[in-house]
């Protein structure tokens, strides 16, 4: 009995790589290391310039090995519609972009980023988002991205990279992930949190984003700034989880409680919804793709100004 109990724990053993790892949502150069190799492991370099990252030339220079390429801002992780950027695809296009990489159902997920600086870590965080929202759970990020892969010392391959073979994906849209605007404008009225995600000087109204008609951020939301727990060190830019917590306690906000992240074009605003869902444990946390280039379409939608309080949208873009 015992033998047959040991014989059956070693197959185990040894198929164990060919099931989901169940990775957590941010994991360390280290972890991914010891997996490369594993079935059902997909590495996903998406470096663009964003930051100065890089894309297809980059990669095929020094990757890590057995990954493989999408550029965030060239290969359809977004869209535009109806002038709103950065919105996110319809599912049947996701899908066959998905499995245009050789990414499956049953495949684990680790997406790179170039590492290079906070807004390029919002790529690794809205194309994390974009698998969560289809459904697909096996998905992490790998923290300091392919920066801090190469300045830690790990393996780098290099050469043109072949295309992967195209396989089914299948998606579910979980909408409880993604808010509409109709979403936000209740949110607010009820008193639920909403966090924009943009540094400073946008939400207070001091800048503005091209994408927005007119400055300003959402009456009654909180400033959680996506670049303000990221460090850069040698080189590459890792979460600090510890301090994103201590942010977040900061804004005195309900883990369990409906809270919705934006910024302008949904892009940082990806950056905040994995930092406060993910890392920070907010139960009930939602994105706005379209965030204030969509809010602001609206002349008699509110905004919010440091120095001229709540106005709305057609007062400021006369």
Known sequence: MRSRLLLAAG???????????HPSPLVEAEWLDEQLGSDDLVVLDVRS????????????????????????TDAGWREERDGVAGLLPDVEELESLIGGLGIDNEDTVVVVSAG?????????ARIYWTFK???????????????????QGFEIASGSA??????DF???????????????????????????????????????????????????SVNLPHDGSLEARDGAYYLQSDSLKARIDALGLDREAPTVAFCNTGHWAASGWFQLSEIGGLENATMYDGSMAAWTRD??????LADRGTVSVGELAE
């Open 11 to 21: 197959a185990l053993a040894i198929a164990g790589p060919a099931h989901a790892l």
């Open 299 to 304: 002349d008699e939608r509110p905004v919010q």
């Open 49 to 72: 310039a964003i930051d100065d990252g890089g894309d297809r030339e980059s990669f095929e220079a020094a990757r890590i090995p057995g990954s493989r390429y999408s550029s965030y």
């Open 162 to 167: 072949s295309d992967p073979e195209t396989v």
């Open 116 to 124: 290079t600086g906070p807004t390029d870590f919002g790529s690794a």
């Open 133 to 151: 929202a289809l459904g697909h759970d096996e998905v992490t990020i790998l923290n300091g991205g392919f920066a801090g892969w190469e300045q």
């Open 170 to 220: 299948s998606a579910t849209l979980q909408e409880q992930l993604l808010a509409t605007t109709e979403e936000v404008e209740a949110a607010r009225e009820d008193g639920e949190a909403l966090v924009d995600a943009r540094p400073p000087a946008f939400f207070t109204g001091e800048t503005q984003s091209p994408a927005a008609r007119v400055p300003g951020t959402i009456p009654g």
